[in-house]
């Protein structure tokens, strides 16, 4: 079987001018990066907004393992089966963050014959708007550092500054840091540190806006920190809001790409679910909705993670109404969830007990998915579960999450064999999804914004991690008080908190019971709009393993990328 990237090189690509054809858009409205990626203008969206939507679909997952349950292969390998039974439709995902390509996960473009092409440019530079995000960011914390330095006009509070600056490889030693050191002629000295690009409030603003305008007023909104007095300081207070929108003039608009079966696909932000709010930006939803029948988009991690916040900030932002959720398992997902194995990062994965039959294992591990259809439910939405299959499954064991998932209350569970098949593994669960699709819709918030702080935390907390209650630290105390005071509690909730458990430690997996969630801190995004806590040691800056990913990458002789995935 070749490797993914050599079913990416091998494949037959179009000009991206054909693609964009093929979905109505007029060549006007492209910017070109090369023949086969391009960036679509926002003015299309005037041509576009007397057109009807199209259905509305987002993928997700059970609570994910370092095995990979093939969420994005299954949002490709979906699109394209909805083109193959006739549905004109149009996927809309996230670029991958360089961090985790280098890192643990490698390349994020599918997998198999469910890919986006050019496979090395989408998971690399792209049209370089990670690097605008990154720029952007970094010049409002030297406009802050410099201000420091140069009298504090604004009466900044040095210690009150939460902006860091960022860069977009996973470098734990970054994570904590002195600036300023060497003399009075490179600044004051203060503690701060470095997140990774992709968790910037730039790229979650750029994730949420809906137009340039509106893109100029949430920089503008961003806050870096407090005065001595307890008043907020923003990146408009430092005059730093319009050269940061310069920067990304270009960046906001979405990026145009293919699947390996010639589908449109548009690829814009980058955010962590597990950090951010994980999802690809509002603006390519609002241009793909109208150009198809059918719109498939991505929510980052599980149920839990990208998902919720997917349906309780984005939906919030944008107006558009999900009309049915795919949530992704696989059958060894869910056997490690049921104990029948465990993976142990840095050591070898026991494939033996990994691919041994086990139906009880899965049964237990379905614990997880029943959990990831009931939060999806709490929204008022039809789920379909795709069983992402594998050689080594058993037919006892696919029944056995089909019961489950069904009597949980989903819609059907379909074994996807996208990866191997591409569209034509994925045509029964295209079918499902239509079905599903088609029910009414009676999509509501999991909390309304006036309620307090704490409740809505507690409300996340309760309902879709199953925890039984939450512990705050003496900072997230005073940050809610703060926060209150600022007038920043009617702003929507965005966890932080590990994608690798429904609770917030990291080692409670299947479906955990009896936990409290402790909050150490509270951010505030205003720009983007949104409070983040920080559930336990979640990271803002990830770290690599012990072998990245990186090491495997390399170009050969005739100049051909190798190793990427």
Not at 130 to 141: E, P
Not at 177 to 190: F, M
Request: glycine letters at 10%; proline letters at 5%.
């Amino acid at each position: 079987m070749l490797s993914d990237i050599e079913i990416a090189q091998a494949a037959r690509i179009k000009p991206i001018k054909e693609i964009a054809a093929s979905i109505g858009i007029d060549e006007k409205y492209l910017e070109l990066y090369g023949n086969y990626k391009a960036k679509v203008q926002l003015e299309i969206l005037d041509e576009l907004k007397d057109k009807p939507n199209g259905k509305y679909i987002d993928v997700t997952a059970i609570t994910p393992t370092p095995l990979g349950e093939g969420k994005t292969v299954t949002t490709i390998g979906l699109s394209q089966a909805l083109n193959r039974i006739g549905k004109k439709t149009i996927t809309a995902i996230r670029q991958p963050s360089l961090g985790p390509v280098f890192g643990i996960k490698g390349g994020a473009a599918g997998g198999g014959y469910s890919q986006v092409i050019p496979m090395e440019d989408f998971n690399l530079h792209l049209t370089g708007d990670i690097h605008a995000v990154g720029m952007a960011h970094n010049l409002l914390a030297a406009f802050i550092d410099t201000h420091l330095m140069k009298g504090n006009d604004l009466n900044i509070d040095p210690f009150s500054i939460t902006w860091n600056r960022v860069v977009d490889i996973s470098d734990r030693v970054l994570r904590n840091i002195i600036v300023g050191l060497g003399g009075p002629a490179n600044g004051l000295p203060r503690e701060t540190g470095f997140d990774i690009t992709v968790a910037s409030e730039v790229m979650a603003i750029l994730a949420l806006t809906t137009s340039l305008k509106d893109l100029r007023q949430r920089l503008g909104r961003i806050v870096i920190g407090s005065t001595h007095d307890g008043k907020p300081v923003t990146a408009e207070d430092l005059k730093c809001a319009g050269a940061m929108t310069v920067l990304m003039k270009d960046a906001i608009k979405p990026n145009l790409l293919q699947t390996l079966e010639h589908g449109a696909c548009f690829v814009h932000a980058g955010p962590f679910a597990n950090i951010a709010h994980g999802n690809s930006s509002i603006l390519a939803d609002q241009i793909g909705i109208k150009l198809g029948d059918y719109l498939v988009t991505e929510s980052g991690f599980g149920a839990d993670m990208g998902a919720e916040k997917f349906m309780n900030i984005k939906c919030r932002y944008s107006g558009l109404v999900p009309n049915a959720v795919v949530i992704v398992c696989t059958v060894r997902a869910l056997k490690m969830h049921g104990g029948g194995f465990v993976f142990i990062p840095g050591q070898p994965v026991d494939r033996e007990a990994m691919n041994r039959k086990n139906v009880e294992a899965v049964k237990k591990g379905c614990e997880n998915l029943e959990k990831m259809i009931e939060n999806m439910k709490l929204f008022g939405l039809p789920v379909v579960v795709a069983i992402n299959h594998f050689d080594t499954d058993t037919q006892e064991e696919i029944e056995a999450i089909r019961e489950k998932a069904i009597n949980a209350g989903a819609e059907d569970a379909i074994v996807s064999d996208v990866w191997l098949k591409g569209g034509a593994g994925g045509e029964e669960l295209a079918e499902a999804v239509v079905k599903a699709a088609e029910k009414p819709s009676q999509f509501k918030f999991l909390y309304p914004l006036d309620w307090p702080i704490k409740q809505k935390i507690e409300t996340i907390a309760t309902k879709i991690y199953g925890a039984d209650g939450v512990d705050y630290l003496p900072l997230a105390e005073s940050k809610i008080e703060l926060y209150t005071k600022q007038g920043f509690d009617k702003l929507p909730i965005c966890m932080a908190k590990t994608h690798l458990s429904l609770s917030h430690d990291p080692s409670l997996k299947n479906r955990p019971r009896g936990f409290r969630v402790p909050i150490r801190d509270i951010r505030a995004s205003v720009g983007a709009g949104f409070l983040y806590p920080l559930l336990g040691e979640m990271r803002t800056m990830p770290g690599l393993p012990k072998v990245p990913a990186g090491t495997k990458v390399d170009i050969d002789e005739n100049g051909k990328i190798v190793g990427l995935f």
